[in-house]
């Protein structure tokens, strides 16, 4: 698929009319555009995604200097929970993604922060982590070339080649590898957290043991999706934790996968879970 065929593209959903024109500008791999992406999925909203070139960011964006941004109609927000929020405010007759029991909202928006705080940064010691690994650099150059694939304009091959350098340069990343137990191994970070996920996640059988899923359930989902599904190294650890990959499936079953949450040229494996055999995943061909 050429670039310019997948810079904007929406689910052609009927009603368009009636509900203003929704686009999140967002990057294919963004764990916070994603959490976004699946809040319009679950609230059954139309709207387009905006897959901005990295290189261009802040000429692209209408508000902000980080994705996600949403533009409703015209009016524009930035910060995933933020929107979250937001959305609910804006649309409360379709699925909401807080309770509206004051303790049960306070438990989703407490899990939300750990995930958004705590568990996403620690995925980031996937792409630039500190130092030059093998799974790092691997892990660069496929984030590098789902941009390129997906973004419009593409980035040009040395930069490409050049991805796990370039991220192990950009502050924001820098900043959550900063928040994130880096001092520990990763390994043990990645127990830790799923863990601590697992503590959230109790009984069920969404997050809080919520009978529905909520902006925590969402926010977390792409989390352990997308790098799975994008054929990350390392992603393939979410297999060993049957509770997860049963809760992913239980929340998948909520969400309208319009516009998908990857783009076809980005996937390498199916959803977790949908093997029939785990210990040979399928590759899809690109
Ligand atoms: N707190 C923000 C974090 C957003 C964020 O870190 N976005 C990253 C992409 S994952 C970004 O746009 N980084 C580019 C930059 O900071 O220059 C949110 O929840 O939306």
Redesign the pocket.
């Known amino acids: 698929m050429k670039n310019e065929e997948v810079r904007i593209t929406g689910n052609g959903a009927k009603g368009l009319s009636s509900t203003p024109l929704i686009t999140l500008y967002t990057?294919t791999m963004?764990?916070?555009?994603q959490?976004v992406h699946c809040y319009l999925q679950y609230k059954g909203l139309p709207f387009r995604c905006f897959y901005i070139n990295p290189l261009r960011?802040k000429k692209d964006l209408p508000v902000g200097?980080?994705?996600?941004a949403l533009t409703v109609g015209d009016q524009s927000k930035?910060?995933?929970?933020a929107i979250g929020l937001w959305l609910d405010e804006l649309f409360p007759d379709h699925a909401r993604l807080l309770p509206k029991d004051p303790a049960q909202k306070e438990e989703v928006l407490k899990i939300d922060q750990w995930v958004?705080h705590r568990l996403i940064p620690g995925n980031f010691r996937f792409y630039p982590g500190v130092g030059f690994t093998p799974r790092r650099v691997l892990n660069g150059w496929r984030l590098g070339q789902i941009l390129h694939k997906t973004s419009h304009g593409g980035i040009p091959l040395t930069l490409q080649v050049m991805w796990p350098l370039i991220l192990s340069q950009?502050?924001?990343l820098k900043d959550m590898v900063e928040m994130s137990d880096q001092h520990v191994p990763l390994k043990q970070a990645n127990t830790t957290l799923r863990e601590e996920f697992l503590a959230h996640l109790g009984d069920g059988p969404f997050l809080g043991g919520m009978t529905q899923p909520s902006l925590a359930d969402l926010s977390a989902y792409p989390h352990f999706v997308t790098p799975y599904v994008g054929g990350f190294r390392g992603a393939e650890g979410i297999l060993e934790y049957p509770e997860i990959v049963a809760w992913l499936q239980r929340v998948r079953g909520f969400l309208n996968d319009t516009p998908p949450l990857m783009p076809a040229v980005a996937l390498k494996r199916e959803f977790p879970g949908d093997q029939k055999n785990t210990s040979t995943i399928r590759v899809l061909s690109v």
């Open positions: 990057f963004s764990p916070y555009a959490k960011l200097t980080q994705v996600p930035t910060d995933s929970s958004t950009l502050g924001f």
